[in-house]
């Protein structure tokens, strides 16, 4: 369903429209923004301005899931998805609170999309609950973000043709994976710090490394055994000839310590030591996938920093520098 987004007797019907669908969308204090929760169905109409932020919670056969989202701010109805690592929390989007993303693009006609949690997930459709750690549900990360949630949000005039996925680390690599395979969903797809040649030697056994020290999470009941079909359909260097066409932006440093680098301490060594490795392993993964991407003649935007690690502050800065070509390529100036 569509509705204008100009017009005072406009907002006022869906005002109106809003309180008559309470027993389905109920509103939460939120600050100044405002929030809602959506318990059965999709309501006609959300609470904060444009431009404004609303927390959302979205049916899905997954339970109900925390959205984050900032209205454009014209009420246009492209979107930009925003995709979490491999720690995501069940309380918010990294995206939310590690960066200025809503910042940058708070004065812009496009909805950032944030959803909440899916830690180790890859936004995948697994086989089966995790047995390691006792998951009781199985994660259908891929049906919720191409299906169950650009439904919900196109009841809020938020288009589910015109959008853009982008993120970080593990959230990197599944963009290109849903833009890949929903392209009459995705015009644009960004990956910083990607993993996008997982074929390659070791990084099957690393993955499975992280995910266990990311929640205990166990990768067959992700993709499957290694040999399984799984691990090379989402292998952004194995399925890159479905990328023709889209606008891209890949980036990934050197691992080298840059300006935001300030460690103190053992355990602030610690962590850089192992951002540096982290970043490193995804520079190759990132360059393999260039070289591939150059034999197929297929362009993209790449950016390659001389410093920087695998930590927030530089996403963050790669988010900005992605900024135009998103906003060109979405018409959400």
Do not use: C
Not at 41 to 58: C, K, N, R, Y
Not at 102 to 108: A, I, P
Not at 224 to 251: C, E, Q, T
Not at 309 to 320: C, D, K, P, V
């Amino acid at each position: 369903m569509r509705f204008a987004r100009t017009g005072l007797s406009q907002r006022l019907k869906h005002r109106a429209l809003a309180i008559g669908a309470a027993a389905l969308v109920l509103p939460l204090a939120a600050g100044v923004a405002g929030s809602a929760v959506a318990t059965a169905a999709p309501a006609p109409a959300h609470s904060a301005p444009w431009g404004g932020f609303e927390e959302l919670w979205v049916p899905s056969t997954m339970g109900n899931i925390k959205v984050q989202v900032q209205w454009a701010a014209r009420g246009g109805n492209a979107a930009l998805y925003l995709l979490d690592g491999l720690r995501a929390r069940d309380d918010a989007n990294a995206w939310s609170f590690e960066t200025n993303a809503l910042e940058q693009y708070r004065g812009d006609n496009i909805t950032l999309v944030m959803p909440v949690g899916g830690q180790s997930s890859f936004y995948s459709d697994w086989y089966a609950p995790s047995n390691f750690n006792g998951q009781e549900m199985t994660y259908k990360w891929e049906t919720f973000l191409t299906e169950e949630l650009p439904n919900f949000l196109a009841n809020y005039g938020v288009s589910p043709n015109n959008n853009a996925v982008l993120g970080l680390s593990m959230g990197g690599s599944a963009a290109l994976t849903l833009a890949a395979y929903h392209r009459d969903q995705f015009k644009f797809a960004g990956s910083l710090s990607g993993y996008l040649n997982i074929s390659a030697p070791g990084m099957r056994e690393a993955i499975r490394v992280a995910m266990l020290d990311s929640g205990r999470f166990n990768v067959d009941s992700m993709w499957g055994p290694p040999w399984s079909p799984a691990w090379l359909r989402n292998d952004p260097f194995v399925f890159a000839p479905r990328l023709k066409g889209l606008s891209m932006y890949i980036s990934a440093s050197s691992g080298l310590p840059g300006q935001y680098d300030q460690p103190k301490g053992v355990i602030g060594y610690y962590n850089t030591a192992n951002a540096m490795g982290l970043e490193a392993i995804a520079l190759a993964n990132t360059r393999a996938f260039q070289v591939r991407m150059n034999t197929l003649g297929i362009p993209a935007t790449y950016n390659f920093p001389s410093n920087g690690t695998h930590m927030w502050a530089y996403w963050s800065a790669e988010l900005f520098n992605a900024r135009n070509q998103i906003l060109d390529t979405m018409n959400a100036r």
